[in-house]
C-alpha cells in the first residue's frame, strides 16, 4: 500500500466538498493521513472533511487552502470534532495567514519550526474559543479538598496515560501479527512516529499481558505494568504482586524491582 494508491480517494474528496485546486504539498498530506488511518483500520476522512471546511468556509480563510495551514488545522480539530458547526465558526476568529506574517514579523522562528508553532497557535486559540475558562468558585476549597481533588486529578490522569498506551500497544500488535518481518515491522512504525524500537517492545509487551485484564491495568501506573511484564520478573513474584493489585493494595515499580533484587516481595 503505497501513498499514491490514496490520489484517487482525496480527489473524490475534494470534489465532494467542492473544494478548489489544491497544491500537491496539501494532496500529500491528505494522502499521508489516509495511509496512516488506514494502518490501523481507522477511516480519516472525516478530519478531512472537516479541516477543509474550517478553513474554506470560515471568513477570511480561503488563502489559506495551502501548507502549512491545513497541517496546522489538521493536527488542531480532532479535539472538537464533535463541536461541527461551532468549531468551522470559531475559524471566523482565527485569521490563519494573518498568524503566519506575525510569526514571521517577529523573526522569532526557524523556517524549519514553522509547522509546529503554527499548530500550536492554533490549537490555543480553539481551546480559548471553544472552552473559555469558568469563572472561580465563591467559596475557596480548604487545602484538604484541594489535596484530594489533586490527588483524584493525578489518579485520572495517570490512568488515562495507561488507557490510552495500552490502546496504542493493542494497535502496534495487531499491526505486528500482520507483518511478520522485523525489517517491514520496524519501518511501518517508523513511518507511523516511533522511532524507538524498545518503547514499541514494551507498549506490545504490556498489552499482550494486561490488555486483556482491566482489574489490573486501571489500578497501576504505567511504570508498575512495565515492571510486571518485564521479563527480569519472574512468575511466581508477578502474581504475588498481581494479588496485592486485586486486594485493592498500592503496588508501585519500584517496590518490584526490590523484590527482584531482594527476593520475593522485597524480603531479604
Known amino acids: 500500500m503505497k501513498l499514491g494508491h490514496f490520489a484517487a480517494e482525496v480527489r473524490g474528496i475534494l470534489d465532494a466538498i467542492e473544494a478548489p485546486p489544491a497544491d500537491g504539498d496539501v494532496i500529500t498530506k491528505f494522502q499521508k493521513i489516509l495511509y496512516w488511518a488506514r494502518l490501523f483500520n481507522e477511516d480519516s476522512r472525516g478530519q478531512i472533511v472537516l479541516a477543509c471546511r474550517c478553513i474554506l468556509e470560515s471568513e477570511g480563510n480561503q488563502d489559506a487552502f495551502r501548507q502549512p495551514f491545513v497541517s496546522a488545522v489538521l493536527s488542531s480539530v480532532g479535539k472538537f470534532a464533535d463541536r461541527g458547526l461551532e468549531l468551522v465558526e470559531a475559524f471566523d476568529?482565527?485569521?490563519?495567514?494573518?498568524?503566519?506574517?506575525?510569526?514571521?514579523?517577529?523573526?522569532?522562528?526557524?523556517?524549519?519550526?514553522?509547522?509546529?508553532?503554527?499548530?500550536?497557535?492554533?490549537?490555543?486559540?480553539?481551546?480559548?474559543?471553544?472552552?473559555?475558562?469558568?469563572?472561580?468558585?465563591?467559596?475557596?476549597?480548604?487545602?484538604?479538598?484541594?489535596?484530594?481533588?489533586?490527588?483524584?486529578?493525578?489518579?485520572?490522569?495517570?490512568?488515562?496515560?495507561?488507557?490510552?498506551?495500552?490502546?496504542?500497544?493493542?494497535?502496534?500488535?495487531?499491526?505486528?501479527?500482520?507483518?511478520?518481518?522485523?525489517?517491514?515491522?520496524?519501518?511501518?512504525?517508523?513511518?507511523?512516529?516511533?522511532?524507538?524500537?524498545?518503547?514499541?517492545?514494551?507498549?506490545?509487551?504490556?498489552?499482550?499481558?494486561?490488555?486483556?485484564?482491566?482489574?489490573?491495568?486501571?489500578?497501576?501506573?504505567?511504570?508498575t505494568l512495565r515492571e510486571l511484564a518485564s521479563s527480569a520478573t519472574s512468575e511466581s513474584q508477578r502474581k504475588k504482586f498481581e494479588a496485592l493489585v486485586l486486594a485493592g493494595k498500592r503496588v508501585s515499580g519500584a517496590e518490584i524491582i526490590r523484590a527482584r533484587v531482594c527476593g520475593p516481595l522485597g524480603t531479604a
Open 93 to 223: 476568529q482565527i485569521d490563519l495567514v494573518g498568524i503566519l506574517e506575525q510569526m514571521r514579523a517577529l523573526e522569532f522562528f526557524y523556517q524549519s519550526d514553522v509547522p509546529s508553532a503554527l499548530a500550536s497557535i492554533v490549537r490555543n486559540k480553539l481551546r480559548r474559543i471553544l472552552s473559555p475558562s469558568q469563572p472561580e468558585p465563591v467559596k475557596a476549597p480548604s487545602g484538604k479538598e484541594r489535596r484530594a481533588a489533586d490527588k483524584q486529578i493525578t489518579a485520572a490522569a495517570n490512568r488515562k496515560i495507561v488507557e490510552q498506551k495500552i490502546e496504542l500497544g493493542r494497535k502496534l500488535a495487531a499491526l505486528r501479527d500482520t507483518i511478520p518481518s522485523n525489517q517491514k515491522f520496524g519501518w511501518a512504525v517508523r513511518k507511523l512516529g516511533y522511532d524507538d524500537p524498545l518503547h514499541v517492545a514494551e507498549l506490545m509487551r504490556v498489552t499482550r499481558l494486561y490488555g486483556a485484564r482491566p482489574e489490573i491495568f486501571r489500578n497501576v501506573g504505567w511504570r
